[in-house]
C-alpha cells in the first residue's frame, strides 16, 4: 500500500500551459505535413489539456475541509476525475482506430516528413519535459496518474512518430503513417483501461486491491479478548484513504474501558498492516448470531 504524498497542483497547471502549445503546433503541423499520426498525435495532447485541468480541479476540492453536508468532504472527486479521464482515452483510442483504418481504405498519403519530423521533435521535447514535472506525483496519486499516463503515451507516441517519419523519408514507407496511429491507439486503450478498472472499483466500494479480507479477519481474531468479527465492509474513501467498518464479538463481557484497549490493538493491526487509517467497530457479546464475515442480503441484523 502506498503511503499519503503531498501534490504540488501547480505542476498540472504548468503541464497545461506546455499541452496547449504542443497541440497547436502538432494540428498545424500534421494539416501541412499530411500525416494522420501527427494529428493523433495532436488529438491525444489536446485531451491532456482537458484531464491535467480536471484533475487540476479535482485535487483543489479534495483539499476542502469536510463539512456537516459532505462529512467525507470531496475526497471522491479525485476518483471520479481520474474515472472520466481513462473514459476519454479510451474513446480517444477508439476515434483513432477508425482514422487509421479510413486511411488504408483511401489509400496511402505522401507525407510532407521534414515537417513532421520537426513538429514531432518539439512534441517530444514539451511532452518530457512535463512528464518530469509529474512523475513523482504519478507515483502516489491515482488521479495525477491518470493526467501522466496521458503525457507519457503523447512521449511514446512522439519517439515512434519521429521513427516513422525517419523510415517514410528515407524509404517512402508511407503505410507507416496510418500504423503509428494504431499502435499510439493501442497504448491508450491500454492505459485507459487500466485505470477506468481501478478508478471504478473505488467507485463501486470494493474491497482495495491489496488487502485480503480473510487475512484481516484472521489477524483481528487473534487479538486477545476477540471471539470472532462479522459483518464486515472496507471501501476506499479516496486512494489513501480507507475505511473498515465491521462487528466484534468478546469472549466475554467487558468494560468500555478494556474494549478501549481491544479497539487500540484492532487499529494498529490494522494501520501497519494493511493502511486502513479509519475503523468503527460495534463490539458484541454473541451478538448476530448466524452471520458470517459479510453480512449478504436478507441477513437478520
Known sequence: ????????????????????????????????????????????????????????????????????????????????AAFLNSLALIFIALFLFKEAYSRYLGGMVEIRTGLMLLVASIGLAANLIAVVFLKKDAEHNINVRSAYTHLLGDTFSSVAVIAGGVCMHYFSWYWLDPLLTIIIALYVLKEGAVIFIESLGVLLDSTPSGIDLLMVQKDIESIPGVKNIHHVHIRQVSEHDIH??????????????????????????????????????????????????????????
Do not use: W
Request: one cysteine or more.
Open 244 to 301: 473498515l467498518e465491521g462487528h466484534v464479538n468478546l469472549q466475554e463481557d467487558l468494560a468500555v474501558s478494556k474494549t478501549c484497549v481491544i479497539n487500540g490493538r484492532i487499529e494498529e493491526v490494522l494501520k501497519n498492516k494493511y493502511n486502513i487509517g479509519h475503523s468503527t467497530i460495534q463490539f458484541e457479546i454473541d451478538g448476530c448470531s448466524g452471520v458470517g464475515l459479510i453480512k449478504n442480503k436478507g441477513m437478520a441484523s
Open 1 to 80: 500500500m502506498a503511503h499519503k504524498h503531498d501534490v504540488d497542483p501547480n505542476n498540472l497547471l504548468i503541464t497545461v500551459g506546455m499541452n496547449i502549445v504542443i497541440t497547436v503546433v502538432e494540428v498545424l503541423g500534421g494539416i501541412f505535413s499530411g500525416s494522420l499520426a501527427l494529428l493523433s498525435d495532436a488529438l491525444h495532447n489536446f485531451n491532456d489539456i482537458t484531464s491535467a485541468l480536471v484533475s487540476y480541479i479535482a485535487l483543489r476540492l479534495g483539499e476542502k475541509d469536510n463539512t456537516i453536508s459532505r462529512t467525507y468532504g470531496y475526497k471522491k472527486a479525485e476518483i471520479i
